[in-house]
């Protein structure tokens, strides 16, 4: 993880979330964007994730990236105690596969975005690009590695299928 301040927070609901959310920072880092991660509950430590939130633009933070399963509301709630941009990504579950995780995240009440994103790995992928795209608005660094990001990605797609 970078030592430089961090312009991503990547929150997620339980130890066990960690996994999936990895792979945010894991995006975050070939894309040279400084971040940090931590735990905090919406329903177990409402406090910690309070605290957060409320001091997160003051310390810098662009964007916070919230990872959640079940009930998942810490997007949600996270979005109501900070005017960040919130990226929600759902965690894969045993009762509808993320599906309850993912309709928790995007049926916010008007006013309250949370910037909701695929369930699982492919959602923590696309939460780092896209708060990548958010950083680069104002950071030409962060541009032009989110530019090479996306050629490296689009050079690597061969055009004929192997066996
Ligand atoms: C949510 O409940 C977490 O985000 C996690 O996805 C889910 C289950 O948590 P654990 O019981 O594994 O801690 O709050």
Redesign the pocket.
């Known amino acids: 993880m970078s030592t430089e301040q961090p312009a991503v927070g990547i929150i997620?609901?339980?130890?066990?979330?960690w996994p999936v959310m990895k792979n945010v920072a894991l995006t975050l880092d070939k894309l040279g964007i400084a971040h940090e991660a931590r735990v905090m509950?919406a329903?177990r430590t409402p406090d910690r994730l309070a605290d957060y939130c409320r001091a997160a633009r003051g310390r810098g933070l662009k964007v916070i990236i919230a990872?959640?399963?079940?009930a998942?509301a810490?997007p949600g709630a996270a979005a109501a105690l900070t005017p960040l941009p919130v990226l929600g990504v759902p965690?894969e579950g045993k009762l509808m596969g993320g599906l309850d995780a993912l309709l928790a995240m995007a049926q916010m009440p008007g006013g309250v975005p949370v910037g909701t994103l695929a369930v699982g790995k492919a959602g923590a992928v696309n939460a780092a690009v896209l708060a990548a795209s958010i950083v680069a608005l104002s950071d030409p660094q962060a541009a032009q590695a989110l530019d090479d990001f996306r050629a490296a990605q689009t050079a690597g797609v061969p055009e004929l299928p192997e066996d």
Do not use: E, I, K, W
Request: proline share 0%; charged share 5%; hydrophobic share 40%.
């Open positions: 997620m609901g339980s130890q066990s979330d509950s329903h990872g959640a399963g079940m998942a810490l965690m």
